[in-house]
């Protein structure tokens, strides 16, 4: 058991429904209990779909586990077969009916539907939603792709797009006008477009462009051994991603048209003096490792900021993602628990978050901006207007995203500057913002009060009552004291950096087991961390 409140990934038949919703012209079966079809939702609101997704539930209840379940199950893919027609029939079964243990497969099999009827094996209590998304795909296409002739022009596949992906919709759009605008046609998008007859001629293209490995790198896989189809290893997030996935189409097609970068102004706008101010700003990234590693690369490479954090939660993409922590000379977190992530942030005391829907409600409570580049996102990251993550446009899109929950360069200096300004002050947050965005709340407590709360541990983000457990033990352990004229001292430095100096302090003065820390404290631990 573990005791879990948020969760980053659903189960894997959530997986499975992205994988089905995204799909035309097939039906999934879904073995599960009554209640079970909240997961609609995700599809009609958040994604704001208008229709419902393509899945029947048998939605069994208590008095039916005395009974027939198989035949319930059996009934319901009856149904869904006279109702649809589909063109395929995907069956599962959710963690509840996995324990019943009817076999929606053999059931199904059993049926005799003039349709390809294709099974799930998907293990609620070990894997996730991920997971689900790639198991289904993966099943899908080998039980309807064979190999093929290939198509006269070159063509590819773009492989891993489905229903609830973060910014997928826009995405495919940007990137299938790219590889046009190469000379190479695309011949399938999968799952999200495709129909089961679209699948069985996966076949025909001449290689595969793998957008989403979290979704799709099995059929990429797959499809490599078994259609002889090689596939990009170059996910096109920011632009010199972006240069490199050209490079790569280039090198799998042969093509030698001229990409028009006339439209790309990230380059300019990161380089323009205005964002300078940029340089060196702490930013601590966590999403899925596909979107975490990009960032980290866009946030050293293209912006200029020093990542002071990276993660991601699902496991999957540990390795490269470890690899890439090593190489920046930071230390990986690979958790799928927010309250790790929560701590890592506090520690970290990064000037940015750039996390998914959680860390947004992480960097609210602590007061640091944070921009989403992962999922799992709310609402509101699934915008109306053209918003895509890859490609040139998407490079321009992820620019004005991260920059936007910063203050400006002159309202930063000018925050420091006049700081007792009614207008001005360190509380007052981004002026963009409505001057409503939270800041960090300094103790103003009078000296000689035990810095013992737990705004002192976290960079004065919490107030002392809702600090978690770990940091009151910390304090009680260390119990290190301000002067009035320390605290003072510390208040001239700019709020951003306010956090990390006082954290620097504490540690510096209980490393030398000081129990009062005074403005010479402070200064000695300056030079020390300086050194
Ligand atoms: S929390 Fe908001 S976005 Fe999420 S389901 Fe509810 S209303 Fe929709």
Redesign the pocket.
Known sequence: MKLTLWTYEGPPHVGAMRVATGMKGLHMVLHAPQGDTYAD??FT??ERRDHRPPVSYTTFQARDLGGDTAGLFRTACQDAYDRFRPEALIVAASCTAELIQDDPGGLAETMGLPVPVIPLELPSYQRKENFGCDEAFLQIARALARPMARTDAVSCNILGPTGLGFRHRDDVAEITALLNEMGVAVNVTAPMGARPSDIARMGTAHFNVLLYPETAESTARWAERELEQPFTRTVPLGTLATRAFIDEVRALSGSTRPVDENRLRQPWWASSVDSTYLTGKRVFIFGDGTHAMAAARIARDEMGFEVAGLGCYNREQARPLRALAREMGIEALVTDDYLDVERAIESAQPEMILGTQMERHIGKRLGIPCAVISAPV???DFPARYSPQMGFEGANVIFDTWVHPLVMGLEEHLLHMFREDFEFHDAAGPSHHGGHAPRRQESTTPAAQPAASAAAVSGGSMPPETAPAHLQTDLEDTAVVWLACAESELRKIPFFVRGKARRNTEAFAVQRGLARISVDTLYEAKAHYAR
């Open positions: 939702l995700l609101m958040i709310h609402v509101q």
